[in-house]
């Protein structure tokens, strides 16, 4: 993959004037694709509240959306793309605010998501952490947190600097309690593709795009795909012509013309509305009618073949 970097920033830049080093920003994505850019002497930790993107580095990309957690650590090449309505905090800070030296009873490492965000998957300037998420609940906790920690690095009231660090450290404690790998907890993409699943199965007629039922989800085309062939073991588009060809057996128990079942099972052309029935079932919609009315055929039979696609 071809890297044209944009962007080298600095700890001395980044932190200039405030004494900590530690800031916190929310990026506005006006275009599809972020510039390539990389942290010289610092970390950024990401969370994400809204929308899905895919996050590119050297090594591919990997979609996130609403809940996921990552960390780029220093010399990390990396850029967005696929931006959808994504927003997203980055923390950006120096690893030195995670020693304690004079406090052994401190330890972050002990904590159950240490591991998962700070032991780097690859590494030069292809590493990161795993992706990891939070739950919706913990999600609204880490936000107000960083609200607070911007108010303040904003306001820089006396005593800024002090609870700064503490509402960061507090933060990073509420979240290395809390993240899973991304992978291991997939009841939220469970939930999403639930939610398209009901859409689909209210009315299968309606020619759904991809890019739609992916933006009611918040999630990226690729991302949406991937989920959703996960989740079901079938593509979204033979999902939703699976539903109308079921549809389609019920409606051929009565005395509709071929052409009525098809357009009322959402196949706007017959021809291929048969084919398909036939490719599936082993019969034409046709010879299905006359069985239905002979008692030849049972309408579970043919869902039955439906779903081992054809072999009755």
């Known amino acids: 993959m071809k890297i044209n970097l944009q962007t080298i920033l600095s700890r001395k830049e980044m932190f200039k004037g405030s004494g900590l080093p530690l800031e916190i920003s929310m990026p506005d994505y006006r275009v599809k694709i972020d510039k390539w850019h990389k942290h010289d002497d610092f970390y950024e930790l990401v969370v994400v ?4 993107a895919c996050i590119e580095t050297g090594m591919g990309c990997e979609p996130v959306h609403s809940g996921s957690i990552y960390l780029f650590p220093d010399q990390t ?8 309505n994504f927003r997203h905090y980055n923390i950006l800070f120096h690893p030195s605010l995670l020693t304690f030296s004079k406090a052994e009873w401190i330890d972050l490492k002990n904590l159950p998501g ?11 300037e292809e590493r990161y952490s795993k992706l990891n998420s939070v739950d ?4 609204t906790k880490l936000v107000s947190i960083l609200e607070t920690i911007r108010n303040e690095t ?4 006396p005593g800024w600097r002090e609870n700064t660090y503490f509402e960061f450290m507090r933060m990073l404690v509420i979240l290395l309690r809390s993240c899973v790998p991304a992978d291991s907890n997939p009841a939220q993409n469970v939930f999403q593709i639930g939610k398209i699943i009901r859409l689909m199965e209210k009315d299968c007629t309606r020619n759904y795009t991809l890019k739609e039922l992916a933006k009611l989800v918040n999630m990226s085309t690729s991302c949406f795909r991937h ?3 996960g989740i079901t073991g079938t593509p979204p588009g033979e999902y939703l012509i699976n539903l109308r ?5 019920m409606l051929l128990n009565f005395p509709n013309s071929i052409t009525e079942v098809a357009r009322l099972s959402g196949f706007s052309d017959s021809n291929y509305f048969a084919r398909m029935i036939r490719k599936r079932t082993g019969y034409s919609p046709r010879d299905i009618q006359k069985m239905y009315l002979t008692g ?7 869902l039955e073949a439906l779903d081992n696609g054809g072999q009755n």
Not at 77 to 84: A, F, G, N, P
């Open 49 to 52: 509240c809204s929308g899905s």
């Open 77 to 84: 090449v990396h850029r967005y793309t696929e931006i959808k």
């Open 114 to 124: 240490y591991a998962n965000l700070f032991n780097f998957q690859h590494s030069g």
């Open 136 to 139: 919706e609940s913990v999600l």
């Open 154 to 157: 904003t306001l820089r009231l």
């Open 227 to 229: 989920n959703f062939t």
């Open 245 to 249: 060809l079921r549809k389609a057996l």
């Open 296 to 302: 030849e055929l049972s309408e579970g039979t043919l």
